[in-house]
């Protein structure tokens, strides 16, 4: 959001609080256009996905900083799935992503993949990387306000918004899974999941793609690999688990076959909404409250276009948008 309102030269400011648990900083930040259960596109694929990838190498060369690593996805597939992977290459919707199917597949340190699709265009996302250049620059363009944002601090008056002593004509809540618990939207449209992840090191683990089933295995270089990750509906916090790890570890041991030592275990809580899809909009009685949120499970392919959309609603309110996304759905 940021980087649209940048690049559009609209005036704004940006309060983050870095001390409050966010779900961008322990999010693997993986790309992957499929969804395997039925094998179909994730939502919106094929208007996402292009959006996705000009925006990040606008921001890359915004930046001086490459964020985005493009690598192909090895699904291992079991002789029940082959039927349907054969009928989408057939039906040719999905060649876009669906790069081949094959058999026999030995990658140092994986069990040997008896069948696998390989698909293209997916890769990842250093989230970490992205978020500290960005606000190293967000600071020296002074858009940047570390402070802590309390919904009692706000206030509307005159087709204006006041915090402190900053006044303004919009105010949009990015707050994560914390705008669940926004007063000022409607309650229960959030239905929050829990994520754990963690971090191995393996010297013997191949490292040239992106291995997916039951659980991710993304490498990040140095022999360092990405492993996630759960999803948990109930007992939410921000708080890692020895039941969250132990879940990676046992389907991360299903499907390698090498030494590893766990470097780090992270925990956070995605923005999902009941729906699953992104919420977005202005408030339909304040003109001057906005909310851009729900990026749920998808935030990095998510993000780029649906900014872009809540550009264009800051600009005008009647603008169109995806009606699956709006705001006023709530109400
Ligand atoms: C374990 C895990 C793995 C994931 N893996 C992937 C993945 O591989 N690919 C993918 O696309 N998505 C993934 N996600 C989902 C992704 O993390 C989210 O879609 C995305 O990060 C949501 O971004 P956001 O900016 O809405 O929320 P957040 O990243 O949570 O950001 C909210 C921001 O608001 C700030 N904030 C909150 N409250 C206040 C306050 N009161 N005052 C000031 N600032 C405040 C926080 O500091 C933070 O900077 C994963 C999530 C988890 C938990």
Redesign the pocket.
């Known amino acids: 959001m940021a980087f649209q309102m940048h690049k559009h030269k609209i005036p704004f400011k940006i309060?983050?609080?870095?001390?409050?648990?966010?779900?961008?900083?322990?999010?693997?930040?993986?790309?992957n256009p499929l969804v395997f259960k039925r094998l179909t596109k994730t939502w919106m694929a094929d208007a996402l996905f292009p959006k996705m990838y000009e925006t990040y190498a606008e921001i890359e060369n915004l930046l001086s900083t490459k964020f985005i690593e493009q690598k192909e996805m090895i699904k291992p597939l079991t002789e029940q799935d082959l039927p349907m992977w054969q009928k989408r290459i057939e039906q040719g919707k999905m060649n876009h992503y669906i790069k081949r199917i094959d058999k026999n597949l030995k990658l140092e340190g994986f069990k040997p993949i008896e069948h696998y699709g390989a698909l293209t265009q997916t890769g990842?996302?250093n989230?970490n990387l992205m978020i500290q250049g960005m606000r190293n620059f967000l600071r020296q363009q002074n858009y940047l306000i570390k402070?802590?944002?309390?919904i009692e601090d706000v206030t509307f008056e005159n087709n204006h918004v006041y915090w402190k002593n900053h006044a303004a004509e919009k105010i949009i809540f990015?707050?994560?899974?914390?705008d669940a618990k926004n007063a000022l939207f409607p309650e229960g449209s959030f239905y929050l999941?829990?994520?754990?992840?963690i971090e191995i090191e393996a010297k013997a683990l191949c490292e040239d793609y992106i291995l997916n089933k039951n659980l991710?295995v993304l490498p990040t270089g140095n022999h360092r690999f990405k492993v996630?990750?759960?999803y948990q509906w109930d007992n939410i916090n921000a708080e890692t688990s020895k039941e969250g790890k132990s879940e990676l570890l046992t389907k991360l041991d299903k499907l390698i076959d090498t030494d590893y030592t766990v470097l780090n275990h992270?925990?956070?809580?995605?923005?999902t909404v009941k729906d699953r899809r992104p919420i977005l909009g202005i408030h339909p009685q304040n003109s001057s409250l906005a909310i851009f949120?729900g990026?749920?499970?998808?935030?990095?392919?998510?993000?780029p276009y649906f900014s872009e959309q809540m550009l264009k609603v800051l600009e005008d309110p009647h603008a169109e948008t995806d009606n699956e996304v709006k705001l006023d759905r709530f109400f």
């Open positions: 309060i983050v609080d870095p001390s409050q648990k966010s779900a961008s900083e322990v999010a693997a930040g993986l790309i990842s996302c989230l402070d802590h944002l309390k990015c707050r994560g899974y914390q999941t829990k994520g754990e992840l991710f996630g990750a759960t992270w925990a956070g809580v995605r923005p949120n990026l749920g499970t998808k935030g990095v392919m998510l993000a």
